[in-house]
């Protein structure tokens, strides 16, 4: 593992919407952290507004004004998180680009060790949490189930408690920018894509300011996706569980002529046969669904529609 010279350049990418309580805490915190020996990376900071209905963006304009370091995306609509970090990263000249959430719980403050990783010949640097003990018990729970499900379904290393808080090298953020699905899980693509990866652990916070912008529903969807994008598994069980009922009506069907035409019995069972109905139709329903999720995702993409639309991006020229 080479390792890279002290000069490079530094991007930094924050995904926002409604973030308004949050905004000055994250400047603070973060103009601290790039005080000093970062200031000779040049850092660009780009805050992408997802389509916020508060003072976010209005936020992002007086900070622009204000520090030619930063820069605002702000798209023409809500489109989601992983697509605002896309537009992010589709915007980053740096040699080391940070995706960094602005709530806080990702702490600006771990970068430096982060670059020292990068320095080291890492060329992603993910941020690992030590525990997760400001969720509570269903949440972790179900984050256990969701990592072990997408490692073992998609075959994508995907370690446990870690998100989208990490540091990548401009190689790895190019290979990203030629993955253009609509339906994103950008931690399984960078996991996906290979490189050499290292962990830096650190205690999750509790969000500094403001709401979570993830309820359950949210995350079910977010789940979902992140399954029917990186693994066929799910219409392949459709195919097995097609096999054993075909093998199980066959075996039925035999008993019920041997029994018939050997023994001479007739074996009544209308509560059977409308239980089997059942379940039979349920499983087809539901097969079918898991079908049409893969159709659906075929069908968006076929359109062929860009992943965002930038309203306006503001910048400020050093020393304007």
């Given at each position: 593992?080479?390792?890279?010279?002290?000069?490079?350049?530094?991007?930094?990418?924050?995904?926002?919407?409604?973030?308004?309580?949050?905004?000055?805490?994250?400047?603070?915190?973060?103009?601290?952290?790039?005080?000093?020996?970062?200031?000779?990376?040049?850092p660009q900071v780009i805050l992408v507004d997802d389509g916020s209905t508060d003072r976010t963006a209005e936020l992002m304009r007086a900070l622009v004004a204000a520090d030619a370091r930063y820069q605002a995306l702000i798209?023409?609509?809500?489109?989601?998180?992983?697509?605002?970090?896309?537009?992010?990263?589709?915007?980053?000249?740096?040699?080391?680009?940070?995706?960094?959430?602005?709530d806080l719980q990702d702490p600006p403050e771990l970068i430096p060790e982060m670059l020292a990783r990068w320095r080291e010949g890492s060329d992603v640097v993910f941020g690992q949490r030590t525990s997760r003990?400001?969720?509570?018990?269903?949440?972790?729970?179900?984050?256990?189930?969701?990592?072990?499900?997408?490692?073992?379904?998609?075959?994508?290393?995907?370690?446990?408690?870690?998100?989208?808080?990490?540091?990548?090298?401009?190689?790895?953020?190019?290979?990203?920018?030629?993955?253009?699905?609509?339906?994103?899980?950008?931690?399984?693509?960078?996991?996906?894509?290979?490189?050499?990866?290292?962990?830096?652990?650190?205690?999750?916070?509790?969000?500094?300011?403001?709401?979570?912008?993830?309820?359950?529903?949210?995350?079910?969807?977010?789940?979902?996706?992140?399954?029917?994008?990186?693994?066929?598994?799910?219409?392949?069980?459709?195919?097995?569980?097609?096999?054993?009922?075909?093998?199980?009506?066959?075996?039925?069907?035999?008993?019920?002529?041997?029994?018939?035409?050997?023994?001479?019995?007739?074996?009544?069972?209308?509560?059977?046969?409308?239980?089997?109905?059942?379940?039979?139709?349920?499983?087809?329903?539901?097969?079918?669904?898991?079908?049409?999720?893969?159709?659906?995702?075929?069908?968006?993409?076929?359109?062929?529609?860009?992943?965002?639309?930038?309203?306006?991006?503001?910048?400020?020229?050093?020393?304007?």
């Amino acid at each position: 593992m080479s390792a890279r010279p002290a000069s490079g350049t530094l991007s930094i990418v924050i995904p926002m919407f409604n973030e308004e309580d949050v905004l000055p805490l994250m400047r603070r915190r973060l103009d601290a952290v790039l005080a000093g020996p970062l200031q000779a990376l040049r850092p660009q900071v780009i805050l992408v507004d997802d389509g916020s209905t508060d003072r976010t963006a209005e936020l992002m304009r007086a900070l622009v004004a204000a520090d030619a370091r930063y820069q605002a995306l702000i798209l023409s609509r809500n489109y989601g998180h992983q697509v605002a970090l896309t537009a992010g990263l589709d915007h980053a000249t740096g040699d080391a680009v940070v995706v960094l959430d602005a709530d806080l719980q990702d702490p600006p403050e771990l970068i430096p060790e982060m670059l020292a990783r990068w320095r080291e010949g890492s060329d992603v640097v993910f941020g690992q949490r030590t525990s997760r003990t400001d969720d509570s018990p269903a949440k972790r729970l179900t984050a256990r189930c969701f990592y072990w499900l997408i490692r073992h379904l998609s075959g994508v290393d995907i370690p446990d408690n870690v998100g989208d808080f990490r540091l990548m090298d401009k190689a790895v953020v190019q290979a990203l920018r030629r993955m253009p699905e609509h339906f994103r899980f950008v931690r399984g693509l960078v996991a996906w894509v290979g490189f050499r990866q290292v962990a830096v652990a650190f205690e999750r916070a509790p969000r500094a300011a403001g709401v979570t912008k993830y309820p359950w529903k949210k995350m079910f969807l977010f789940a979902i996706d992140a399954v029917f994008a990186f693994s066929a598994v799910p219409i392949r069980l459709a195919t097995l569980m097609g096999l054993v009922f075909v093998a199980i009506a066959g075996e039925e069907v035999l008993r019920t002529l041997y029994l018939r035409l050997v023994s001479g019995v007739t074996i009544p069972g209308f509560s059977a046969i409308f239980i089997a109905v059942l379940i039979v139709g349920g499983l087809n329903l539901l097969f079918l669904g898991i079908i049409g999720e893969y159709v659906g995702r075929i069908y968006v993409e076929t359109k062929n529609r860009p992943l965002y639309v930038v309203q306006e991006f503001v910048s400020k020229e050093p020393g304007s």
